[in-house]
Nanobody, 121 residues
Framework: QVRMVESGGGLVQAGGSLRLSCAASGSIVSINAMQWYRQAPGNQREWVAGIFSRGSTNYADSVKGRFTISRDDAKNMVYLQMNSLKPEDTAVYYC???????????????WGQGTQVTVSS
């Protein structure tokens, strides 16, 4: 059983910063890609950023240059540093990870429960 828990969301003014954290726990053999998604009211969930096991990163164009994704493999954690926040960044942010729980078996996708980020103008 794997559990993923996000934290760090909140209310911030435009131009401010927040740092989201996501901790994976349980029967974890290895973690490959770790990613952040977000979903604003009335919108579909959209991909924000991803980081792979060797540290390479990718970002959605809408956050490139403002957000930074990182990971701590010793702690099974992924972070999202969000700077220069805009009202359009308001959404529930979800972490996602491809986690292998059994040696020799393929990894499965796991999701956190989400954390609310609200950016006021």
């Amino acid at each position: 059983q794997v559990r993923m828990v996000e934290s760090g969301g909140g209310l911030v003014q435009a131009g401010g910063s927040l740092r989201l954290s996501c901790a994976a726990s349980g029967s974890i053999v290895s973690i490959n890609a770790m990613q952040w998604y977000r979903q604003a009211p009335g919108n579909q969930r959209e991909w924000v950023a991803g980081i792979f096991s060797r540290g390479s990163t990718n970002y959605a164009d809408s956050v490139k240059g403002r957000f930074t994704i990182s990971r701590d493999d010793a702690k099974n954690m992924v972070y999202l540093q969000m700077n220069s926040l805009k009202p359009e960044d308001t959404a529930v942010y979800y972490c996602n990870a491809a986690i292998r729980t059994t040696w020799g078996e393929p990894s499965s996708q796991y999701w956190g429960q989400g954390t609310q980020v609200t950016v006021s103008s």
